[in-house]
């Protein structure tokens, strides 16, 4: 039945990859790439353009997907999809939401898994859809290249494009968030270092007003008994 529908939607070309990549982000089961490689093989000068449809599509899926989490959890995924890919997903996304998404986005696990685990564990939406647009255009745009470029025999190079994407993909994913990681602690330093010296500035003003208050009134006292004394002698 699923295939029917896939068959079906491929007589329609660029729109039918449209409408598979948009419910693809929502909750069809079955991955874009499923049907952007049949497409490629029958016009692969289209292939760039088959692309750039699945790739905008996948990006106005993604927030429907993303609030159907937020609205009914993650138990919906174990109706629709494989418990194992389930589990993967969400094993991955509480270690790290962002490199969850961007890794997520060229792998075969459908991409529905993590618009909506990202609503329901409630991950920012637009950090959903920055790294699911660097993602998803490696991912749609690797493929329709290779199509453009080498035609009807770069079917046998997607499985490997794919594996090449995920072994230099996932490093530097890895590298970028070890970098932003190191910079936000630094940052987070500075702005505490900042807090400590205002902080210990104001208790110093505190404590140089309390000093002054403190040695107003004796000062009067000093001034009051020195008059005292000039007039008893004055008198005397």
Known sequence: MIQDFIDYLMEFGALGLFIHS?????????????LQIPLSLVDPSNA??????????????????????????ATVLYKILKKEWVDKATALFQKNGEAAIMIGSFTPIPFKVFTILSG????????LMLYAAVGRAVKFYA??????????????????????????????IVIFLFIRKKMRQKRERLLEAEAHAETASTATATATETTATETAPASSATKSATASVKAETEQA
Request: aromatic share 20%; glycine share 12%; charged share 10%.
């Open 143 to 172: 493929v329709g290249a290779l199509f453009y470029f080498y035609g009807r025999s770069a079917e046998g190079m997607v499985k490997d494009v794919s594996l090449y994407i995920f072994a230099i993909g996932v490093p530097l």
């Open 22 to 34: 948009f419910i693809d982000a929502i909750i069809f089961p079955v991955p874009a790439l499923f």
């Open 120 to 127: 329901s564990l409630k991950f920012p939406l637009w950090r």
């Open 48 to 73: 760039l353009w088959l692309a750039t449809a699945g790739f905008v599509a996948c990006l106005l899926g993604s927030p429907i997907g993303y609030y159907i989490g937020r609205s009914l959890g």
